[in-house]
């Protein structure tokens, strides 16, 4: 009897060690990573051939990202308001910066998600976030405790559903332009590179187009309304609409592509600052590619596995890997510093 339930009572300590050595863990790959990305780099000669640096360049990258994330904030604070939140899109707009300066310390976007959606869901039309002590004390709840979105309310239910909506028209607009950098470019990493491509745009116009038509069809729109409704976010499916039904899908399609497209354009001006002179395609593949990557909690914000991806990548188009490292580390940089008015939304609470 004892040895058939010994293995079951020592599976939750098992479990209790990795959860708590699991954040140590990413620490020690993020640096594995970055020592891999940068081991065979010979910082001497690098740094003897005058390396020229040109700093117009990297505000060039830093004004791309903010607008980056003036932009996500942007779609964001509208799928809100379309679903009866009444905080000002100005607002909106800080909580996106806030969650992005979260991320920074985290292996993935989840937190940086989750501090929005409950926040933005308390967000008054004066940009406060609680307006009175009983309020105060339930924001505080919500996000220094664990919440069960089982058991959650109808509101802090709809925040979480439409920072999802948001996500996934973030994923569209960056497995897009990730599909068009592959027919213009995939064939330097394989013969099969622009075919993928292809089949890349195909998944993702077919997708836009069940979704529209889901939602233009009466007999599917009142099913999903069903659906809704059983999960207590009835007041979801104009943010749905908004993001998914024709014709909007399509200006929701391409402001996703332009919002990756200036994060690529400021990986590009880091580079350049330091003279890699990158085709845009390169930059189309790769940045897309750990993008996708950066969603599995594997490292730190990204820091190792963003160098050692576009290491590899940029290689096959002849990029110097010192170069390369150099400007994936100061894209990272300026990342941080893009977000850092952010602190400004965490510092105003306790």
Same mark, same amino acid.
């Given at each position: ?27 020690? @790959? ?14 001497? %000669? ?13 505000? %060039? ?39 992005? @300066? ?7 976007? #989840? ?5 929005? !959606? ?30 069960? #979105?089982?058991? %959650? ?7 979480? %559903? ?5 996500? #996934? @028209? ?33 998944? *993702? ?51 996703? *592509? ?25 930059? *189309? ?10 969603? #599995? ?10 160098? !050692? ?24 940089? *300026? ?16």
């Amino acid at each position: 009897m004892s040895a058939k339930s010994g293995p079951a009572s020592t599976s939750p300590r098992w479990k209790y060690l990795l959860k708590r050595s699991w954040p140590t863990i990413r620490v020690v @790959l993020s640096i594995a990573l970055l020592w891999k990305a940068t081991s065979g780099i010979d910082w001497a %000669a690098l740094f003897a051939s005058e390396l020229q640096i040109e700093p117009l360049w990297f505000v %060039a990258a830093f004004f791309c990202l903010s607008g980056a994330f003036f932009c996500g904030g942007l779609r964001w604070g509208l799928l809100m308001r379309s679903v009866g939140f009444e905080g000002s899109i100005a607002g909106y707009i800080s909580l996106y910066f806030a969650g992005g @300066l979260i991320n920074q310390g985290l292996p993935s976007t #989840l937190g940086g998600d989750s501090y929005r !959606a409950i926040a933005g869901s308390h967000l008054k039309p004066s940009g406060e976030l609680a307006s009175s002590a009983a309020e105060e004390k339930k924001l505080d709840t919500e996000l220094h405790q664990e919440v069960s #979105l089982e058991e %959650a309310d109808p509101t802090l239910r709809l925040g979480f %559903a439409m920072t999802f909506v948001d996500r #996934l @028209l973030g994923l569209a607009g960056n497995n897009l332009l990730g599909g068009i950098g592959l027919i213009l470019g995939g064939a330097t990493l394989a013969i099969w590179g622009n075919q993928l491509g292809y089949a890349v745009i195909a998944v *993702m116009v077919a997708s836009f187009l069940i979704a529209a038509i889901g939602l233009a069809w009466g007999p599917t729109r009142a099913l999903l309304q069903k659906l809704l409704d059983r999960f207590r976010m009835n007041s979801a499916l104009p943010g749905v609409r908004m993001a998914f039904a024709w014709p909007m899908n399509i200006a929701q399609a391409l402001f996703g *592509m332009g919002i990756h497209f200036l994060t690529i354009l400021a990986l590009g001006f880091c580079l350049k600052a330091y003279g890699a002179e990158v085709p845009i395609e390169a930059l *189309m593949i790769g940045l897309p590619a750990l993008s996708l990557l950066l969603m #599995l909690p594997i490292s730190i914000s990204g820091w190792g596995l963003r160098e !050692a991806t576009l290491t590899s990548v940029l290689a096959l188009w002849g990029i110097s890997p010192s170069l390369t490292v150099l400007g994936s580390i100061s894209y990272g940089a *300026m990342t941080v510093l893009c977000v850092l008015p952010g602190a400004y939304v965490l510092l105003r609470r306790k």
